[in-house]
């Protein structure tokens, strides 16, 4: 069986690196085994998690789990579609034992197709310094690619409100030379900027969607490969409970508007086991 599950895991690792080489697709972030296999229902072709949207299920903010908890939770979701599965791995936890490295080869161990570093330090409240960011990056990068994992690099800057398109740009081009596969800039909305990133970075790009930003056809047609959503899915999850909640501690009733799943699709989508690779 374990031999199986890792027969599986390289099948979806291969397909995972060759969606990164030529055309455009859009990974959502789901948050649980169940919103993984809606996903896979509808027909996307990878998904990654989310830290936010995982810390929310367990009634935490963004950054506050634990590398056993992310690990447990990308096992979870890795075993729950057959589509590859990219990991929101936040700093990659450099202080834990065996640092970086040892969270990307955890990762590995737990079925995930790729994963993501960051540069944002939540403690110290900073962007991290270039060299201490693209030797982090490096560090991954060795371990994602002895994995087959594709290793995605973020720069942070435009979350934590440094608007310099410039230093995000050199972040960028310095996480590709160091090993990243793709790269990602949360925030870009603007197609011009975007168009920059892609052209002078040169290497495979994840945009994120936002409500504001450019459609998926836009971003397409100037050379992003990849698409995520962060949170949202999670978000409109939790959003849609908080009406409905709300909604019952009003009028005392159901909201006879609120979206509900329908049975056909629960019993076709949570049919277990997944569908093999």
Same mark, same amino acid.
């Given at each position: 069986m374990g031999d199986h599950r890792g027969m599986d895991h390289d099948r979806a690792r291969a397909r995972f690196r060759l969606l990164h080489e030529s055309g455009t697709f859009t990974m959502p972030n789901a948050y649980d085994e169940g919103s993984a296999r809606l996903v896979a229902d509808l027909g996307f072709e990878a998904v990654a998690t989310t830290s936010s949207g995982h810390a929310a299920t367990? &009634?935490? !903010?963004?950054?506050? %789990?634990? !590398?056993? $908890? #992310? *690990? +447990?939770? /990308? +096992? #979870? #979701? @890795? &075993?729950a579609t057959a589509l590859p599965l990219s %990991?929101? +791995?936040? !700093?990659?936890?450099?202080d834990d034992p065996g640092g970086v490295a &040892?969270? %990307?080869?955890r990762l590995a161990d737990a079925g995930a197709a790729g994963c993501s570093i960051e540069d944002w330090d939540p403690a110290a409240r900073r962007i991290e310094t270039h060299d201490v960011a693209t030797a982090r990056v490096a560090e991954a990068a060795r371990a994602a690619a002895s994995a087959g994992m594709v290793l995605t690099a973020r720069a942070e800057n435009l979350l934590r409100g440094v608007a310099d398109l410039d230093d995000t740009i050199a972040r960028l081009r310095a996480y590709r030379d160091a090993g990243a596969g793709c790269v990602y800039a949360p925030g870009l909305v603007d197609?011009? /900027?975007i168009g920059? *990133? *892609?052209e002078e970075v040169a290497t495979a790009v994840n945009v994120l969607l936002l409500r504001s930003g450019p459609s998926r056809d836009v971003l397409a047609s100037l050379g992003v490969r990849r698409l995520s959503v962060g949170g949202w899915l999670a978000w409109v999850a939790y959003g849609e409970v908080a009406r409905a /909640? /709300?909604?019952l501690r009003d009028q005392g009733t159901l909201d $006879? $508007? @609120?979206?509900v799943l329908g049975r056909e699709v629960v019993e076709r989508a949570f049919a277990a086991p997944p569908p093999a690779t």
């Open positions: 367990l &009634g935490r !903010r963004d950054m506050t %789990v634990t !590398r056993d $908890e #992310l *690990v +447990a939770h /990308a +096992a #979870l #979701l @890795a &075993g %990991v929101d +791995a936040e !700093r990659c936890f450099p &040892g969270t %990307v080869e197609t011009s /900027a920059r *990133v *892609v /909640a /709300a909604h $006879e $508007e @609120a979206p």
